[in-house]
């Protein structure tokens, strides 16, 4: 277990806003009566950058966002399972550049949706419980991780539908996984976290012969010979209730558990004793009233500013490149009462879209300031 380094304080970032940005909202759109649990842009294509997803209930539904607060309805799939929920979507792409969305949820069961002709491009069956994460390697994007309450992350081809290796074991995590993330330029890291309290650091250095295998097999997608990863390099206890958000910020991690903030800091891994080293907390960003659990921050491309909603409807938007950190605006609407399960930012961070547990996405522009 790594230790947290003594002799450095934390910087903690101030709740007045420093005015950099002024967003007002220039939509708001009812979807349904279940609660939406995710939004994403699709940073994946460069083509597709203002193309948005959401999930609620067996539903996942494509937007666009146009000028003037436009938000247009691209495409909709609705799982044939009615008793579906999903939690969590992802965007991805084939060999041949096809989006695809690749979302899960409540039945465990991945699906992998052709977002051309919202076909299921392939399901991905193999996870024992619930789904509450998807992310996708941008450096290689037919690669997803899943996170899962059956206590394992599992690494996916969506192109040939492989399973190519489970994070689980010996030193896997012992609840439920909440979130888990690709390292932005390191192909072989990731981090998990989750109900264990715990964020965990993979390496998949050693096991890299078999994600190039999964590109080039002809057999069976069950004849792959899957790996299992039992240990992490580095297991970290930065947080004393559930972890459900861990993002990488270059090298260093931003991570949030149920008490009204999120955390920087920075892994320093033992290459010889792996599990062990040491954890340097840097900054805490707070975010009032965000003390229940499944509440997800979203960064914009650069990692310039991160977004997150709390449990009464706003949003704080927080600048990263900082020290100490700076608030960048506190969003607030008086119709805006619901808990925000997930923001998305655009591309450049000039859109802010929310989704919360009403139904409803809401979206926040910037409004140019003289």
Known sequence: MAKITLGCEPVIGSLIPSKKRDYRVTNRLQEGKRPIYAVVFNFIDSRYYNVFATVGGNRVTVYQCLEGGVIAVLQSYIDEDKDESFYTVSWACDADGTPLLVAGGINGIIRVIDAGNEKIHKSFVGHGDS?????????????????????????????TGICILIFAGAGGHRN???????????IYRIASCGMDNTVKIWSMKEFWTYVE??????????????????????????????????????????SKSVDNEFVLWEP?????????????ILQKYPVPECDIWFIKLSCDFHYNAAAIGNR???IFVWEL????????????????????????????????????EDGTIWRWDTVATS
């Open 131 to 159: 789904v509450n994460e998807i992310r996708t390697q941008a450096l290689r994007p037919s690669l997803v991780l899943s996170a899962s309450k059956d206590e394992s992350v599992r690494l996916w081809n969506v192109q």
């Open 176 to 186: 439920e996984v909440l979130s888990v993330d690709f390292h932005p330029s390191d």
């Open 268 to 280: 320093k891994m033992k290459e010889q004793s792996p599990g062990e080293g040491t954890v340097d």
């Open 213 to 254: 295998r999964s590109f080039t097999w002809e057999g069976s997608p069950s004849q792959f010979p899957t790996k299992y990863v039992q240990f992490p390099v580095l297991i970290a206890s930065i947080h004393t209730n559930y972890v459900d958000c861990n993002r990488w910020l270059g090298d260093f991690i931003l």
């Open 321 to 356: 490149q900082t020290s100490p950190p700076s608030l960048i605006a506190r969003l607030s609407h008086v119709q805006s009462k619901s808990p925000i399960r997930q923001t998305a930012m655009s591309f450049d961070g000039s859109t802010i879209l929310s989704c919360c």
């Open 312 to 314: 009464e409807g706003k």
